[in-house]
Nanobody, 125 residues
Framework: QVQLEESGGGLVQAGGSLRLSCAAS????????MGWFRQAPGKERDFVAA????????VYADSVKGRFTISRDNAKNTVYLQMNSLKAEDTAVYSC??????????????????WGQGTQVTVSS
Protein backbone atom coordinates (compact mmCIF):
# COMPACT_ATOMS: atom_id res chain seq x y z
CA GLN A 1 0.00 0.00 0.00
CA VAL A 2 1.25 3.46 -0.90
CA GLN A 3 0.02 6.69 0.64
CA LEU A 4 0.53 10.04 -1.04
CA GLU A 5 0.17 13.44 0.55
CA GLU A 6 0.37 16.70 -1.39
CA SER A 7 1.28 20.10 -0.01
CA GLY A 8 2.19 23.54 -1.27
CA GLY A 9 -1.02 24.67 -2.89
CA GLY A 10 -2.50 28.11 -2.33
CA LEU A 11 -3.54 31.41 -3.85
CA VAL A 12 -1.12 33.22 -6.14
CA GLN A 13 -1.36 36.08 -8.62
CA ALA A 14 -1.00 35.46 -12.32
CA GLY A 15 2.66 35.37 -13.26
CA GLY A 16 3.64 34.02 -9.87
CA SER A 17 5.10 30.70 -8.80
CA LEU A 18 4.27 27.80 -6.50
CA ARG A 19 6.01 24.56 -5.69
CA LEU A 20 3.92 21.51 -4.93
CA SER A 21 5.30 18.55 -3.01
CA CYS A 22 4.03 15.00 -2.77
CA ALA A 23 5.38 12.79 -0.01
CA ALA A 24 5.01 9.05 -0.51
CA SER A 25 5.07 6.18 1.93
CA UNK A 26 6.28 2.70 1.08
CA UNK A 27 9.48 1.12 -0.18
CA UNK A 28 8.72 1.07 -3.91
CA UNK A 29 8.87 4.82 -4.53
CA UNK A 30 12.13 4.78 -6.46
CA UNK A 31 10.72 2.12 -8.81
CA UNK A 32 7.48 3.97 -9.48
CA UNK A 33 6.54 6.50 -12.11
CA MET A 34 5.10 9.57 -10.40
CA GLY A 35 2.62 11.88 -12.05
CA TRP A 36 0.76 15.11 -11.44
CA PHE A 37 -2.78 15.60 -12.65
CA ARG A 38 -5.20 18.48 -12.20
CA GLN A 39 -8.94 18.94 -12.23
CA ALA A 40 -10.69 22.27 -12.63
CA PRO A 41 -14.33 22.74 -11.55
CA GLY A 42 -16.71 21.12 -14.01
CA LYS A 43 -13.88 19.60 -16.05
CA GLU A 44 -12.24 16.22 -16.34
CA ARG A 45 -8.96 15.35 -14.69
CA ASP A 46 -6.04 16.25 -16.95
CA PHE A 47 -2.48 15.03 -17.12
CA VAL A 48 0.11 17.65 -16.16
CA ALA A 49 3.50 15.93 -15.90
CA ALA A 50 5.19 12.68 -14.96
CA UNK A 51 8.66 11.40 -14.16
CA UNK A 52 10.14 7.91 -14.22
CA UNK A 53 11.73 6.38 -11.15
CA UNK A 54 14.90 5.32 -12.91
CA UNK A 55 16.63 7.88 -15.06
CA UNK A 56 14.23 10.69 -14.26
CA UNK A 57 12.70 10.89 -17.73
CA UNK A 58 10.00 13.57 -17.79
CA VAL A 59 6.89 14.19 -19.88
CA TYR A 60 4.71 17.31 -19.82
CA ALA A 61 1.34 18.37 -21.12
CA ASP A 62 1.68 20.94 -23.89
CA SER A 63 -0.22 23.47 -21.78
CA VAL A 64 2.49 23.55 -19.09
CA LYS A 65 5.64 22.82 -21.08
CA GLY A 66 8.28 25.44 -20.42
CA ARG A 67 6.51 26.72 -17.30
CA PHE A 68 6.29 23.68 -15.00
CA THR A 69 9.09 21.36 -13.89
CA ILE A 70 8.61 17.97 -12.28
CA SER A 71 11.41 16.49 -10.19
CA ARG A 72 11.88 13.86 -7.51
CA ASP A 73 14.11 13.05 -4.57
CA ASN A 74 14.11 9.30 -4.10
CA ALA A 75 15.99 9.60 -0.81
CA LYS A 76 13.08 11.63 0.57
CA ASN A 77 10.31 9.70 -1.22
CA THR A 78 9.08 13.01 -2.57
CA VAL A 79 8.10 14.35 -5.98
CA TYR A 80 7.83 18.06 -6.73
CA LEU A 81 6.07 20.25 -9.24
CA GLN A 82 7.60 23.70 -9.68
CA MET A 83 5.05 25.95 -11.35
CA ASN A 84 6.19 29.26 -12.81
CA SER A 85 4.43 31.93 -14.88
CA LEU A 86 1.11 30.76 -13.54
CA LYS A 87 -2.06 31.63 -15.42
CA ALA A 88 -5.68 31.83 -14.33
CA GLU A 89 -6.36 28.70 -16.37
CA ASP A 90 -3.94 26.76 -14.16
CA THR A 91 -6.48 27.02 -11.32
CA ALA A 92 -7.42 23.48 -10.27
CA VAL A 93 -7.02 20.80 -7.66
CA TYR A 94 -3.64 19.21 -8.25
CA SER A 95 -3.13 15.55 -7.34
CA CYS A 96 -0.10 13.35 -7.42
CA UNK A 97 -0.29 9.71 -8.44
CA UNK A 98 1.96 6.68 -8.37
CA UNK A 99 2.35 4.13 -11.14
CA UNK A 100 3.89 1.41 -9.06
CA UNK A 101 6.75 -0.78 -10.30
CA UNK A 102 6.40 0.37 -13.91
CA UNK A 103 9.08 1.88 -16.13
CA UNK A 104 6.95 3.75 -18.66
CA UNK A 105 5.00 6.96 -18.28
CA UNK A 106 1.26 7.08 -18.84
CA UNK A 107 -0.76 10.22 -19.56
CA UNK A 108 -3.94 8.33 -18.68
CA UNK A 109 -5.13 8.62 -15.10
CA UNK A 110 -6.24 4.99 -15.32
CA UNK A 111 -2.62 3.98 -15.55
CA UNK A 112 -1.89 5.02 -11.96
CA UNK A 113 -2.40 2.85 -8.90
CA UNK A 114 -2.42 5.30 -6.01
CA TRP A 115 -3.59 8.86 -5.59
CA GLY A 116 -3.25 11.67 -3.09
CA GLN A 117 -6.21 13.75 -1.93
CA GLY A 118 -5.13 16.79 -3.86
CA THR A 119 -4.19 20.37 -3.12
CA GLN A 120 -5.96 23.47 -4.39
CA VAL A 121 -4.10 25.93 -6.59
CA THR A 122 -5.87 29.19 -7.32
CA VAL A 123 -4.38 31.76 -9.68
CA SER A 124 -5.96 35.20 -9.61
CA SER A 125 -5.87 37.32 -12.74
Amino acid sequence: QVQLEESGGGLVQAGGSLRLSCAASGRTFSNSVMGWFRQAPGKERDFVAAITGIGGVTVYADSVKGRFTISRDNAKNTVYLQMNSLKAEDTAVYSCAARQMRLTISRDSGGYDYWGQGTQVTVSS
